[in-house]
């Protein structure tokens, strides 16, 4: 079945760039995601790549797609304090609203002052 | 993004006891609504997918008649945990997609259930 694996940690300190890894098996996966969770909430979406793209970038936030290497990453430029949570890689592998996400186990972002 | 809202947001009840936990999209028709369980320190496993109007489809090892959903309206899901125990204890997820929102999938804020 689908897999997608995310390491657990990461620690930066404030104002450095943080590259979070995601690797995924489905080679159909069609759209990938990164959320972000707070303690105690739900899901925010930052943002996503369709599998046809590479690259995308939105404000401090830059996804990179390696679709041969089913690898993707989030990279936060200038990391605050504020944005210490956990984040999640997440896959779909159809275009439909039918379709459920598949989730990594998500990656706890620590930025320190 | 579109507005998915979940209530109530923190529940404790007493063991034998039912739940319900609401999901709505408040400013789109979600075609297709997700639940999810997530453990502490987790990710979220699926536990079921809804379509309005049709039965919920659950994933293996999800009993549906402990977990019960109702999809009633294209902006409304429910779930009810039936005859709660303290292994149910959990924080629970839901999920929207659909309309113009069909690629990204939108989550409230998330349940936080306690069984005593």
């Known amino acids: 079945g689908e897999d997608v694996e995310q390491s657990l940690f990461l620690s930066v300190r404030e104002g450095d760039s943080s590259v979070i890894n995601c690797t995924y098996t489905?080679?159909?996966?069609?759209?990938l995601y990164w959320y972000k969770q707070e303690p105690g909430a739900g899901l925010q979406l930052l943002t996503y790549?369709?599998?046809?793209?590479d690259m995308k970038q939105d404000q401090r936030l830059t996804v990179l797609l390696n679709k041969k290497d089913k690898h993707l990453s989030l990279r936060i430029a200038d990391t605050q304090t504020g944005d210490s949570a956990i984040y999640f890689c997440a896959e779909s592998t159809a275009n439909q609203a039918g379709t459920a996400l598949i989730f990594g186990k998500g990656t706890t972002l620590s930025v320190s002052s | 993004g579109a507005v998915v809202s979940q209530h109530p947001s923190r529940v404790i009840c007493k063991s034998g006891t039912s739940v319900k936990i609401e999901c709505r999209s408040l400013?789109?028709?979600?075609?297709?609504m997700f639940w999810y369980r997530q453990f502490p320190k987790q990710s979220l496993m699926l536990m079921a997918t809804?379509?309005?109007?049709?039965?919920?489809?659950?994933e293996q090892g999800v009993e549906k008649d402990k977990f019960l959903i109702n999809h009633a309206s294209l902006t409304l899901s429910t779930l009810t945990v039936t005859s709660a125990h303290p292994e149910d204890s959990s924080f629970y997820i839901c999920s929207a997609r659909g309309g113009e929102w069909y690629t990204e999938a939108f989550f409230g804020q998330g349940t936080r259930l306690t069984v005593v």
């Open positions: 400013d789109f028709q979600a075609t297709t």
């Open positions: 790549i369709f599998s046809n793209m």
């Open positions: 809804s379509n309005e109007g049709s039965k919920a489809t659950y």
């Open positions: 489905d080679s159909s996966s069609t759209y």
